[in-house]
């Protein structure tokens, strides 16, 4: 067991955005935080996403759908943060535990070709991108 601070991010799916700041927290923190996602109702890991993370350069490997019980048997989280409204609402309280709302909006319900899907997903990255930074820069100081 280790003492790194464990986030959770949470959405409906577990399909698109959380796994997005999943892969992005661990590409930023490395060793420092446990990274990890759940859904209210998950599905499957959106391809779009692994696709946006690979464009980038940021490890998709290992990414898949699981319910907040599964992470939760896994040991406790320091954190959640809920990266869709829904989630938000739904979201389960485990006490001692934080929980903060981050909520962007979902690339998977963009209508159009691939090139517009593409880059709605582009777009939630680089916004989950930017939020993630600046919530590490201020967890640091």
Do not use: Y
């Not at 959380?18 to 420092?32: C, F, H, T």
């Not at 690979?54 to 490890?59: A, C, P, R, Y």
């Not at 990414?63 to 048997?73: G, H, I, N, P, Q």
């Not at 954190?79 to 001692?96: F, H, R």
């Amino acid at each position: 067991m280790t003492d790194r601070p464990r986030i959770m991010f949470l959405c409906t799916a577990n399909s698109a955005r959380s796994q997005l700041a999943e892969a992005i927290l661990r590409d930023r923190a490395g060793d420092e935080m446990t990274a990890c996602s759940a859904g209210t109702h998950p599905a499957t890991v959106h391809p779009l996403a692994i696709k946006v993370l690979e464009e980038v350069g940021i490890n998709a490997d290992g990414l898949r759908s699981t319910t907040v019980e599964e992470v939760l048997a896994e040991g406790p989280v320091t954190l959640t943060i809920a990266v869709c409204a829904a989630a938000s609402e739904k979201c389960p309280v485990v006490a001692g535990e934080q929980v903060q709302a981050w909520p962007f909006d979902d690339p998977a319900s963009c209508q159009g070709d691939e090139e517009a899907r593409r880059q709605a997903f582009r777009t939630a990255r680089d916004q989950i991108a930017q939020k993630i930074d600046r919530w590490l820069a201020s967890e640091r100081s």
